[in-house]
Each structure stands twice: as C-alpha cells, then as structure tokens.
C-alpha cells in the first residue's frame, strides 16, 4: 500500500495563494490516481481535485475552477496542490489520497495525514 | 450534482450493540457508494466500497447494503475504537460527493 506524507501547516492571509505537497513512499506512483479532499473545521468532507500522475491530467471541481491547481513531480513521486485568492472559508484541513488505477477512480483507499491551512489577516 | 443525505446527525449506542446507518442519494448511484470511518485527528479510512465490499483488513462486523439511492452501513457489536464519524460517498457521477457524517457516540 502508498504511504502519503503531506507538507506542514500554513498560515495565508486573504487574497494569497497556497501550495500543499504530498509525497507518496515506494515505487507504486504511476499506479494511483491522486486526489485532494478538504474539511473546514468541524465539517464534512469536499472533493476538489484529481491527477493521473502518468499523463498529468487533471480534473477539478466547479467551486474551484480559476484558482486552483494540481501538478505533479514524477522524479519526486510529489503531488501538489496550489490554492489562490484564497479567502476565510478556505480555513480546513486539507487532504491527499489516492485511488488505485482501474475501473472507479473516485473513491479513496488511502489518505495522508491532512495539512491545515488557516486564512486569516 | 447529487446530493447525500445521512439523516442521523448523531447515534448514541452502548458497547456490544449493534448500530445502523443510513444514506441516501438525490438520483441512482446504482452501488457506487463507498462508506468512510473518522476518528477524531485522524484522516479518514476507508471501510466500504462497491455499497457492500469491505475493504482491505476492516472486521467483518461491518458491513454495506443498498443500492440506487438507500444504503445502510451496519455495525454488528460496537467496540470501542468504533465510536467515531461515518461518511457515505457516492461516486457514480462526476463530482463525488460526501454526506454530511454520522457521529457514533457513547
């Protein structure tokens, strides 16, 4: 199984951007899609993006087109994902995980430990 | 977009009993639904997946049914380490999209 390690916490205020990495462990890279999910505080969980590491494509959620950003680093087995204008809302623990290439992609096996990412001026 | 409802906000349950769950779709999801385990710090694991599939090393005291738009994740005999929140999420269409949890408490 893939062994995902996010980046740290950040602290942006409104109007910045944020880049979030997570790398995944073994030899197992182009085997997955990699996904990014979110959860403001004390709330439920959002889907906002998916990667096919192999090829780079990608597709985002409506709520995020325009600002948001998923790109990967094969040589580093690196996923990130980059947030602009971000505002209070976008305040929540942001996850990686990872769906095994086959049929259904968008279901999630794996997670990383989540890096949150507090908006505030 | 579909929405997923989970009903129960909150289910208070003993020890050793059972608990039911349940989910429900806006439109058929046909058994594309995956079910999800949070404790609290923790990211979530995934428990269910296909409605009924367990997914790798989850005890077999839990398990999915339903199909369409009704699901139910049951829990045989509540352990300890299964007091915890429990998402539904469906991803026969383009965006997957969670239910709001349950919280299984003491």
């Known amino acids: 199984q893939v062994q995902l390690v996010q980046s740290g916490a950040e602290m942006k205020k409104p109007g910045a951007s944020v880049k979030v990495s997570c790398k995944a462990s073994g030899n197992t890279f182009n085997t997955y899609y990699f996904h990014w999910v979110r959860q403001a505080p004390g709330g439920g969980l959002q889907w906002m993006a998916l990667i096919n590491p192999s090829g780079g494509n990608t597709a985002y959620g409506h709520k995020f087109q325009g600002r948001l950003t998923v790109t990967r680093d094969r040589s580093t087995s690196t996923v990130y994902m980059e947030l602009g204008s971000l505002r209070s809302e976008d305040t929540a623990l942001y996850y990686c995980a990872t769906r095994i290439m086959g049929n259904s992609p968008y279901y999630f096996d794996f997670w990383g430990q989540g890096t949150l990412v507090t908006v505030s001026s | 977009e579909i929405v997923m409802t989970q009903s129960l906000g909150t289910l208070s349950v003993s020890p050793g009993e059972g608990a039911t769950l349940s989910c429900r779709a806006s439109?058929?999801?046909?058994?594309?639904l995956a079910w999800y385990q949070q404790k609290p710090g923790q990211a979530p694991r995934l428990l269910i997946y296909g409605a009924s599939t367990r997914a790798t090393g989850i005890p077999a005291r839990f398990s999915g049914s339903g199909s369409g738009t009704e699901f139910t994740l049951t829990i045989s005999s509540l352990q300890s380490e299964d007091f915890a929140v429990y998402y539904c999420q469906q991803y026969n269409n383009w965006p997957p999209e969670f239910g709001g949890g349950t919280k299984v408490e003491i």
């Open positions: 439109q058929n999801v046909n058994r594309n």
